[in-house]
Structure formats: C-alpha cells, structure tokens
C-alpha cells in the first residue's frame, strides 16, 4: 500500500474514533464542564504520551530544543483555542449552525495552504472541497436563523482548527512524532484546566464524586486514551505524507460518523436532507482521492489534431 493512502486511511480512523466518541462526550459534559473535562482529558493523554516517551522513545529528549519547543506550543495554542471559542460559541448558537461553521475549516485549509505554504490545491480537491462543504450544509444546517455573537465564536474555532491542520503538516516532518505530540498535547492540557478555574466553577469541577461517576470515568478514559493520545499521536505522524486539503476533508467526515454513532447508539433519526449531506461528504473526500491527470493540455490538443 502506498504511503500516502496508509496515511489517507489512518486519519480516516482518527475521524472515526473522534465522531464515534461525540455522544459519550455529550453525555460527560452534562456532569463536567466542559473546559474541566477537557483539561483532565489532555491532561491524562499528555501522562500517557510522556510515559511512552520515556519507555520506548527517550531518545526523542536529546532533540528538544527551543524552537520544537515553541512550535509544539503554537500548534497546542491553536488546537486549544478552537475548544475554547467552540465551547463558547455554543452557549449562543445552536449545534446545528456550530457543526456546519467549525466544518468550514474543509474551504480554510486549502485558502491557508496557498497564502502561508505556497501549496495551491488539484482540480480534484477542488471539487472535493465544494462537494463536501455542501454536504455539511446539508448534514448540519437544520435551521438557518440569522448569525449572532455565537457564530462568530465558532468560525473563529474554524480558522484554529484549520491553523491547526496546516501547522501540524509544516512541523511534523521537521521534529520527533511523539516528543512534538507530548508538548502540543500538554500545552492544551495547561491551557483548558487554566481556563476551567477561571471561566468555570473551578475547585468544584476536579470533585472526586464528579469525576468517578460512571458517564464521567468512561468518556474520560476512552477521549483521553483513544480520541486524543492515540487520535493526535496518528495525526502528527502522518499528516507529514499528505495534503493538508487531503486531512481537511477527511475531517469533514467526523460529524458523518457522529451521525451514524448517534442513529446506532443514541435512537437519533437522520433526515433525508442529512443523509443526502453524509454521502456528499463522502464523496468529497473520494474526489480528493482520485489521481489528477497529468497530461498536459496541449499534449491534449496534439493528439486530436494529429
């Protein structure tokens, strides 16, 4: 198997545990807040990766230095901040319109690639990009309410994440894998709990009885083994073997696999405009997958005169 489709195929599985771990997610947060249950979920995820770290890779540590150090923190700020605005985005907006802004980052990341990498995306990815983006407006868009305060919270988590893709692309074929992960990880982990003393009830979230409670223990353990250390570890390492454009779309096909955990495990019904929108999306992503022809458009022309 090629190396660029292993990795097409590896992120596809971070999109899968992601958007299969949103209901349990969902259900945590009604008992912890969500900048608590993010700090603790980082947190955890960031001891896990230190302590592969230091077992299997301790080797890692003679290459920290300043500058991987501050890239691993500019990559972490940005994958925080889109927690922070989308959370907060959502105490104005509704799940729909949040769902459908944060997939915007499927049309920023190829805007970013070519103003900051030079990267311009193919014709293919082009139309991948445009199909998918309809697609979520289909998925996503169950009431279409004019934009608010909320909304722009949301698109400002859509820039982030989509930073987030192009950063982890530039950085991760310059530095170790695993010693870059532990550091954009823990940078997220200080940030969040930060953030829960200060925008939440602080003390009262980090409660013992809280944090054992059976929804809480479950969505802990499997965001912070699964969904985060194992889902960034993934896509630190392999995003350096494909597009950006490529990791966006394969991206945009997290509230898909969010839609059919919630029609399996939650009784959620999909409408036919969102069933409609999930395959779009897919087939998005397979527009990107498809190999641009490289024949020159007068070598075109040549043969048909010829």
């Known amino acids: 198997m090629k190396r660029p489709l292993f990795a097409d195929l590896s992120l596809l599985f971070v999109t899968l545990i992601w958007g299969t771990t949103f209901v349990i997610v969902q259900n945590a947060i009604d008992f912890l807040e969500p900048f608590a249950f993010n700090g603790i979920r980082f947190a955890v995820a960031a001891l896990l990766l230190i302590f592969c770290l230091l077992v299997f ?24 901040l889109g927690y922070v605005t989308q959370t907060i ?41 445009v199909t998918a983006t309809l697609g979520l407006f289909l998925l996503t868009m169950t009431d279409v309410t004019s934009l608010n305060i909320g909304d722009g919270f949301v698109f400002v988590c859509a820039i982030s994440f989509g930073l987030h893709i192009i ?7 310059k530095y170790p894998t695993l010693l870059l992960t532990v550091i954009q990880i823990s940078t997220v982990a200080l940030l969040s709990i930060g953030s829960s003393f200060i925008f939440e009830s602080g003390k009262k979230s980090f409660q013992l009885d809280i ?43 997290e509230p898909v696999f969010a ?48």
């Not at 950063?167 to 074929?173: D, E, I, N, V």
């Not at 965001?223 to 490529?246: E, G, L, P, W, Y």
């Not at 990791?247 to 096909?253: E, N, P, S, W």
């Open 57 to 80: 890779q301790r080797n890692q540590l003679k290459k920290l230095n300043f500058k991987l150090l501050a890239s691993g923190i500019f990559i972490g700020f940005w994958l925080y």
């Open 89 to 129: 985005g959502l105490l104005y907006t509704t799940t729909s319109k949040a769902g459908f802004i944060t997939g915007l980052s499927v049309v920023l990341v190829p805007l970013f690639s070519m103003v900051l990498l030079k990267q311009y995306p193919s014709k293919n990815a082009v139309i991948g990009v």
């Open 167 to 173: 950063l982890t692309g530039k950085f991760s074929s």
């Open 211 to 253: 944090l054992m409670s059976k929804d809480v223990l479950i969505a802990l353990i499997v965001t912070s083994v699964f969904a985060t250390a194992m889902a960034f570890f993934i896509q630190t390492n392999f995003q350096k073997f494909t597009s950006a454009t490529r990791v966006a779309l394969i991206f945009a096909m």
């Open 259 to 306: 839609a059919i955990a919630g029609y399996a495990w939650a009784d959620e019904r999909l409408s036919l405009s969102a069933f409609l929108g999930c395959i779009l999306i897919f087939m998005g992503m397979i527009f990107a997958e498809l190999p641009t022809n490289k024949i020159p458009l007068l070598r075109k022309n040549k043969s048909l005169e010829g």
